[in-house]
């Protein structure tokens, strides 16, 4: 079994309706990301949290919220979806040990905006 | 401010041959991790390889190896013996050493693996 996984894999929505995209780990990991990347650019941080408690913005967080659940689950939330929130959507995950350097991304989440 | 640019957004190699992609990043922090993800045409994030800015020797996993220079603030990809399956987007990337531990993307290398 992957060790992050994110549902939906693929979503088409339309403009105006609320969404959620979430995701779970297996790895035990503190930190969990949200990152979104667009045609012909890298990834970009929307979101980040250390654990259940800490929530801390991205570069890129504007109408966007997260929940952590649980340690395991960090859930992304368009309230209002519009057309250009049409991304590949990724979660990550990476120990809080310093030493410890790998980001584990999950499959990504395909969004559409109609 | 920190920032990572590739400016080859595409790239051709002959199958078997070896292949570079260019990377300079811009920190003022000493202490910095780069990487190198491979995205295939299905998506997922494959990492490859990553280099301490400590490491004194360049890093290397089978067929991959980093070309860390520090002075020149480079951290250039180079993949020996090319393979059809090597096409896909290569994107080099930065881990700041701030309590985050986010990952900072250039825009990506699309490579294509002739026959």
């Known amino acids: 079994d992957a060790d992050v996984t994110q549902t939906p894999r693929n979503r088409i929505t339309k403009t105006g309706k609320r969404i959620m995209l979430e995701c779970s780990q297996t790895?035990?990991?503190?930190?969990m990301y949200w990152y979104r990347q667009d045609p012909g650019l890298g990834l970009r941080l929307i979101y980040y949290?250390?654990?259940?408690?800490?929530?801390n913005k991205g570069e890129i967080s504007d109408g966007y919220s997260v929940s952590r659940q649980a340690q395991a689950k960090f859930s992304l939330s368009l309230e209002s979806a519009i057309p250009n929130q049409t991304a590949l959507y990724f979660c990550a995950t990476s120990d809080g040990d310093r030493t410890a350097y790998e980001q584990y991304f999950g499959p990504g989440t395909r969004l559409t905006v109609t | 401010a920190q920032k990572i640019t590739q400016t080859q957004p595409g790239m051709f190699v002959q199958e078997k041959e070896a292949v570079t992609l260019d990377c300079t990043y811009d920190?003022?922090?000493?202490?910095?991790?780069l990487f190198w993800y491979k995205q295939p045409s299905s998506g997922e994030m494959i990492f490859l390889i990553y280099q301490g800015s400590y490491d004194q020797q360049n890093a290397t996993e089978g067929r991959y190896s980093l070309n860390f220079q520090k002075a020149r603030k480079s951290a250039n990809l180079v993949i020996s013996a090319s393979q059809l399956g090597d096409s896909a987007m290569y994107f080099c990337a930065m881990r700041v050493w701030d309590s985050s531990y986010k990952l900072i993307f250039g825009s990506g290398t699309r490579l294509l693996v002739r026959p």
């Open positions: 790895k035990g990991h503190d930190r």
């Open positions: 949290s250390f654990d259940v408690k800490d929530i």
């Open positions: 920190t003022s922090d000493p202490s910095y991790g």
